[in-house]
């Protein structure tokens, strides 16, 4: 089992989930919607052993289609190759050979497909020849029993099953290989999309080994449900790599939790770890992972353990690894293996990266390249575009935070507003109020460059490392899409509508949100002056019943104090007159004001600042 670093997170979110934008992983599902999500890169083809059989699918008469779908016109159908077009406009098939044909079931187009309404979509696509693999090893002088069947597909999922079905006696009887189940459980894919193309491989030596009649059949069902679509082409057989131990997901982290942007400040011992499975025939005595830093900066290896044929473990760094304080690039390699020397050593490792900055700099767990978006609405109510999405941030020292900074998605219209809150965890597994930002309005450029926004704090709080978790989140009112890089963990990134903790509908996101805290101290300058004002902020802050606010103006003008609670509500106005250039005090008496948060602010007729603060009671 993967170690499991997070002791931090409960959070009794929701439990009932929908997909939006190919980012939720809660169940059940109950709606699906599209915005344009990017399809996921392709997956390395890597040859395995020598090949027994191939089909590349130009020739729809050697396979055959069974179906029990309503109509029965919605089955798998063949591409002769001049379209390579995948549905929902997520681009071209690019499998080895799409151009000479391949396969498809669509789901989401298919005629009178409605959800729920009894006419499931079920159909079925078999290798019309058996397949002989019984012929005998020249070396060996066996047969060959230890075998793997590859396939290179796409898809969208959306609570529809694919399998691969294997028999060994011509169709008496099969057995089931799952590619993707009815929650997105999929085989080789972390994402509502697949790799494109997405490359599969599964040990069918049980089933087919040594057997001179296997059929092999492709299994789809939407499960009544409007689904999305699969695409299949290039299928092969190929004996099994006696020693095959391979590298699944590589993962590093503080407290479980990666950090792609670490300021110098907030620089905490990593944990590495990697995933590994053995595909190959004979077990893998004193599996191990390496993992290199910066050729050689850092160094550390896993306790030996044995993989066993076809299973699956995690290989956990002993050492940490703790960065030097100084902004600079820090790139990691992985690498698996095994007392054996590895027949395909070509998916034994991987790489990753993160930047230490400045301790000014920007504190993040998005990769900082823009992938694809997230956000739009939640489905649960029409229209309901309001939300606030972010990600769990732990602070392992004490540093004062001023704003927030937030990529902007490719479809978000022109004027729409948003702003960022800061919470942090209430000790009951919720979320505490702590502050937020001004408002700000979304250009068309924005939405074109993917620009980054950064939000300046009201009261720009001091973040501690005994309080540890906060949320930094990105709000709006109206249809708003932010930008989304990289996967995280489950259950530490956030979707909630209309606000974090509220009532509304309440997800995990597993695409991270590139959300992050600003902890330069520039931000702060600026916010206290606007015009020929500048307004200090209230002290004490939080506060019981009264609470001094410090002002000044650089000529005449008329002055007011304005306060409002988080509905917008004015609940109290101190008009000051017109006062000549100089130093003022406000006492405010709060003592009829219920506890929570308030915005106050200056006034004089033409422009305005405003602060944040709360009573408690």
Not at 8 to 27: E, H, K, M, P, R
Not at 279 to 287: I, V
Not at 468 to 487: K, L
Not at 507 to 532: C, H, I, K, Q
Request: glycine share 10%; net charge negative; hydrophobic share 35%.
């Amino acid at each position: 089992m993967k170690k499991n670093y997070i002791g931090i997170l409960a959070l009794a979110l929701c439990s009932t989930g929908i997909a939006q934008n190919g980012v939720f992983n809660t169940t059940p599902l109950v709606q699906k919607t599209y915005n344009g999500n990017a399809i996921q890169t392709a997956t390395p083809l890597y040859e395995k052993g020598v090949e027994l059989w191939s089909n590349d699918m130009s020739n729809a008469a050697e396979w055959t289609i069974t179906n029990t779908s309503v109509p029965s016109t919605n089955e798998w159908y063949h591409q002769d190759g001049t379209d390579l077009s995948t549905p929902a406009g997520l681009g071209d098939f690019a499998s080895t050979t799409a151009a000479n044909g391949f396969f498809m079931v669509n789901s989401d187009a298919a005629p009178g497909n409605t959800d729920g309404d009894g006419t499931p979509i079920v159909t079925d696509l078999t290798i019309a020849t058996p397949i002989d693999l019984s012929a005998t090893n020249a070396v060996t002088g066996q047969a060959e029993m230890f075998v793997t069947l590859t396939v290179e597909h796409n898809f969208r999922w959306w609570q529809d099953i694919r399998e691969v079905h294997v028999s060994g006696d011509g169709g008496a009887t099969w057995t089931p290989f799952p590619i993707s189940d009815a929650n997105g459980n999929v085989t080789g894919a972390m994402d509502q999309n697949s790799g494109n193309p997405e490359v599969t491989t599964v040990n069918i030596s049980s089933v087919a080994g040594g057997s001179n009649n296997v059929l092999v059949r492709l299994h789809y069902d939407d499960q009544d449900f409007w689904g999305w679509y699969w695409v299949v082409d290039d299928i092969k057989i190929n004996v099994q790599d006696a020693n095959d131990l391979a590298e699944v997901t590589s993962y590093f982290g503080s407290n479980g939790l990666p950090y792609y942007s670490i300021p110098t400040s907030q620089i905490a011992p990593i944990d590495f770890y990697s995933v590994a499975t053995n595909a190959g025939a004979a077990d893998q005595t004193n599996s191990i992972v390496t993992v290199d830093v910066n050729a050689g900066t850092f160094t550390g290896t896993s306790a030996g353990i044995n993989i066993a044929q076809g299973a699956t473990d995690t290989l956990n760094v002993t050492a940490q690894y703790t960065p030097a304080a100084a902004a600079g690039s820090h790139a990691v390699t992985y690498a698996v293996s095994a007392d054996l020397a590895d027949d395909s050593p070509l998916d034994n490792g991987a790489t990753d990266s993160f930047e230490v900055v400045a301790s000014t700099g920007t504190y993040g767990r998005d990769r900082g390249v823009y992938e694809a978006q997230g956000g739009g609405e939640d489905n649960a109510t029409p229209g309901d575009f309001a939300f606030e999405a972010g990600n769990t941030t732990q602070i392992f020292a004490d540093q004062q935070a001023f704003g927030i900074d937030v990529v902007i998605g490719a479809n978000t219209p022109a004027g729409t507003i948003i702003y960022g809150k800061l919470y942090t965890d209430d000790g009951a597994g919720g979320f505490q109020y702590l502050d937020e930002t001004a408002e700000y309005t979304t250009t068309q450029a924005d939405a074109d460059n993917n620009a980054t926004i950064t939000l300046p704090f009201f009261t720009f709080p001091t973040l501690t490392a005994t309080q540890g978790i906060y949320y930094p989140m990105i709000g709006c009112y109206s249809e708003f899409y932010y930008g989304t890089s990289g996967t995280s963990e489950a259950q530490t990134c956030y979707i909630m509508y209309p606000t974090a903790g509220g009532s509304g509908s309440q997800y995990y996101t597993t695409s991270t949100p590139m959300v992050r805290l600003n902890f330069d101290p520039s931000l702060g300058v600026s916010e206290n002056a606007a015009g020929n004002m500048e307004l200090g902020q209230n002290i004490p802050n939080p506060f019981n019943n009264t609470t001094a606010i410090n002002y000044s103006v650089a000529s005449n003008a008329n002055v007011t104090l304005t306060v409002v609670d988080m509905t917008g509500k004015v609940v109290l106005t101190v008009n000051e007159g017109t006062k000549a250039a100089g130093d003022y005090k406000i006492t405010l008496d709060a003592s009829t004001l219920a506890g929570g948060m308030y915005h106050y602010t200056l006034s004089n007729g033409e422009t305005s600042i405003t602060k944040a603060m709360s009573v408690v009671k």
